[in-house]
């Protein structure tokens, strides 16, 4: 009965390398975002989909590509990874409503580019 | 632009000590939502709160209570008599009304260690 889950939950790659994360939602929810947590852990968005629109894209290296297929799903495609790259990606879905906006996060991802 | 500041990088007590977790926020909006989050070790990011800018009434949880002051800015946490399994990083954030922007502006964190 997981609410939001994001697979895998480490990544380990050469530089280089393209990569994906998945993440799905089983809350009905109809947003979904990727957020980049770094060593500090400064946590800081990426994107948002509502859906499947792109709403938020942040100032994010055109190498990073979200994709939703369905409200339930929100892919990130990591193009020619760099070591800068490395950090934990957390999925988030809330449901777009100003009283009931809560977002819930995944697990997270974490990714080591070597 | 919308800024939240947690001035307490790192706080370590003693078990069943209160503990009270700072959070300054700045925005523009008359309209805006406070969260706040808690990061165990194991790494996950569990919602704890959320609270509305119209909303100054004060929440208590279990040991858990915020107190909301929109004169200083401020969505205090506070912890009482405090366990070791409530060592994890503590976040505050804000959503403002902007638009169709939905986005979390976090703080940096507050550590928090509960030695027993």
């Known amino acids: 009965d997981t609410a939001v889950s994001q697979t895998p939950k480490y990544l380990v790659t050469q530089m280089g390398n393209d990569k994906s994360i998945k993440c799905e939602q089983n809350l009905g929810h109809d947003t979904m975002y990727w957020y980049k947590q770094d060593s500090k852990k400064f946590l800081k968005i990426m994107f948002s989909y509502n859906n499947k629109e792109l709403i938020i894209n942040e100032t994010v290296p055109n190498r990073f590509s979200p994709k939703s297929p369905d409200k339930a799903h929100l892919n990130l495609h990591i193009n020619s990874l760099e070591l800068g790259d490395s950090a934990v990606y957390f999925c988030a879905s809330s449901h777009r409503s100003a009283s009931t906006d809560t977002q819930y996060f995944g697990p997270g991802t974490r990714l080591t580019v070597l | 632009a919308q800024k939240v500041t947690q001035a307490q990088t790192e706080i370590s007590v003693v078990e069943k000590e209160d503990v009270t977790l700072d959070c300054v926020y700045e925005?523009?909006?008359?309209?805006?939502?406070l969260f706040w989050y808690k990061q165990p070790p194991s790494g996950e990011l569990v919602f704890l709160i959320r609270?509305?800018?119209?909303?100054?009434q004060n929440e208590i949880s279990g040991r858990y209570s915020w107190n909301f002051q929109k004169s200083t800015s401020s969505f205090n946490f506070t912890i009482t008599a405090s366990q070791v399994v409530d060592s994890a990083v503590y976040f505050c954030a804000l959503r403002d009304s902007g638009g169709s922007n939905y986005k979390l502006t976090f703080g940096k964190g507050t550590l928090l260690t509960v030695n027993p």
């Open positions: 609270r509305n800018s119209f909303d100054e």
């Open positions: 925005t523009r909006d008359t309209t805006y939502y």
